[in-house]
């Protein structure tokens, strides 16, 4: 058997899927009134002086901190129903689909949030590693309850989830260098693969 591990964002998906949650979640007004109470934010994420998982706090916090995680994850399964699909690029579900019909394990390995991976992931019968929400008595904080599921932490998170001995060969798929940590732990890696 194989373990086939993919990236999310920008692998599977042609966009975002934090923003494009966001995007799904707000109307217009309210996406346009964070960006702008969030404008400081962006640009030092933008001008790379301030981490990514320091940004994702931010956003998170301000556009879901403090609601109740159940209403946040009946969200994420419209979302799953009504929009991911239309942000899958086909090559990369057909490659899915692939090591699925061959029996293979396939798991998703993303610093994106599982809150919106998860049931689309679940629906297709794909593992899930990813950066986890922190959730106190039933409400979202906006905080990781996780490190950030990139370079060191993917590779990390992954030999934790698996005893790779048990696997025939390991393949990996993604689209950026925070993926190269989970390229160092497969046999065969594809960058870019599906663009």
């Known amino acids: 058997m194989t373990l086939a591990l993919f990236d999310f964002d920008g692998t599977i998906t042609n966009k975002d899927s934090m923003i494009d949650f966001i995007k799904f979640s707000r109307d ?3 996406v346009i009134l964070g960006v702008i109470i969030l404008f ?3 640009a030092l994420f933008y001008m790379k002086l301030l981490p990514d998982f ?3 706090k931010y956003v998170l916090k301000y556009f879901f901190g403090g609601k109740k995680y159940a209403d946040l994850e009946n969200l994420a399964n419209r979302y799953s129903d009504q929009r991911i699909d239309q942000i899958i690029r086909p090559k990369a579900a057909e ?3 692939f090591y699925l019909k061959n029996g293979d394990k396939v798991a998703i390995v993303s610093a994106s949030v599982e809150l919106w ?3 689309w992931a679940k629906k297709r019968g ?3 590693i990813a950066t986890k929400a922190e959730v106190i008595d039933g409400f979202f904080t906006g905080n990781l309850a996780s490190l950030n599921c990139k370079g060191a ?3 990390r998170r992954i030999k934790e989830r698996y005893d790779l001995a048990d696997f025939a060969e390991i393949h990996a798929y993604g689209d950026t260098p ?3 940590e989970m390229f160092k732990i497969a046999a065969y890696s594809e960058y870019k693969p599906f663009q």
Do not use: M, N
């Open 28 to 30: 217009q007004k309210q």
């Open 40 to 42: 400081p934010i962006i």
């Open 54 to 56: 320091v940004a994702k």
């Open 95 to 97: 490659k899915i689909d």
């Open 117 to 119: 991976v998860a049931p």
């Open 126 to 128: 794909l593992d899930l």
């Open 153 to 155: 932490e993917k590779a």
């Open 178 to 180: 925070s993926d190269r």
